[in-house]
Each structure stands twice: as structure tokens, then as C-alpha cells.
């Protein structure tokens, strides 16, 4: 008994993490292709002040419309296609002049996805979602 209570405990968890359409407290679900930039200035970010050598994430203005579904705070994962790594950042800033998908990643976020650790060498193109 105790096991099986266990078991549907960790299930739930899972679900309430999983962001995919039709899941509730998901207002923006799916998988996201863009190209990736460097977020100049996280101090001065939308949401709350950041910094480079924490991984915060800028996204399209896009996203924070309607009001009531700001993703403030949220955090996104963000994939290297190449590599396939992934790493979490937490959104603080509203890109308005990111296109389409397309996001910013701060300098640690850039070194984290780079094959080398170097900010310079990070991919154009990422995949991200929100978790
Ligand atoms: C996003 O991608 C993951 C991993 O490939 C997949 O399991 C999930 O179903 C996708 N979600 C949507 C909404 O397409
Ligand atoms: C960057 O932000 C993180 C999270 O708030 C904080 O823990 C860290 O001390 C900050 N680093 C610097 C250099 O300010
Ligand atoms: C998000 O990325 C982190 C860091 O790589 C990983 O541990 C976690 O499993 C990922 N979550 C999802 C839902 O993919």
C-alpha cells in the first residue's frame, strides 16, 4: 500500500511538471524552434534584474500576451540540437525584438549549450519548452 500511494504521488508529480497542450496550469505549451542571441543586459530585465553568470532567458514579447499568462519567472529548457544538451534557464526578460520563437540566453546560459564552454561557440539554433 504504501508503495503503490508512492507510486501514484510520483506519477502526479510527472504530470504536473509535463507541459504539453491541454495540461492545466500550461499556458504555453509545446516545443519551440528559434535562433539564439545573447541577452545584453539581464539587469535591466522585464521580470526582475539578473546577471550573466546566472542562466536567465529573454523571450518574444509575444509570450506575455495576455498579461495573465506572463511567464515571469518560469522556467524553460533550452536544447542544443547538435549535442543534445539541455540545460534549465529561468525567464526574466521580454525580447521585443526577438521574431518568431527566437530567445536569449545570458553568458552562462550561452557557455552551458556551447560544445567548448565558450559563449562564442553556442548554436544559432536551439529547441526549448516550458517545464
Ligand atoms: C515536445 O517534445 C518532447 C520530446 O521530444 C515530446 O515528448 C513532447 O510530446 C513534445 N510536446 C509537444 C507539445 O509537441
Ligand atoms: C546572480 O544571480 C544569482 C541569482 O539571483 C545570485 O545567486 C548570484 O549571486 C548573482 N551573481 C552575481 C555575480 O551577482
Ligand atoms: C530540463 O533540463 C534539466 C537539465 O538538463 C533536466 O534535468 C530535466 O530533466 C529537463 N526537464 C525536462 C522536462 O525535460
Redo the contacts with the bound molecule.
Keep these: 500500500m504504501y508503495i503503490s500511494s508512492l507510486t501514484i504521488f510520483a506519477l502526479a508529480i510527472v504530470t504536473i511538471?509535463?507541459?504539453n497542450p491541454g495540461t492545466d496550469g500550461c499556458d504555453h505549451p509545446g516545443n519551440f524552434t528559434g535562433t539564439l542571441t545573447a541577452l545584453k543586459d539581464p539587469a535591466a530585465a522585464y521580470c526582475n534584474p539578473g546577471n550573466q553568470t546566472s542562466i536567465y532567458a529573454s523571450i518574444p514579447a509575444s509570450f506575455y500576451n495576455p498579461p495573465d499568462e506572463s511567464p515571469c519567472d518560469a522556467?524553460i529548457?533550452v536544447t542544443n540540437p547538435s549535442t543534445k544538451?539541455?540545460?534549465?534557464a529561468i525567464v526574466i526578460g521580454e525580447c521585443t525584438t526577438c521574431a518568431g520563437d527566437n530567445i536569449q540566453l545570458t553568458t552562462a546560459g550561452l557557455e552551458a549549450l556551447s560544445p567548448n564552454g565558450k559563449a562564442n561557440k553556442a548554436p544559432t539554433t536551439v529547441k526549448w519548452?516550458f517545464?
Design positions: 511538471h509535463a507541459c522556467p529548457n544538451k539541455t540545460i534549465e519548452t517545464i
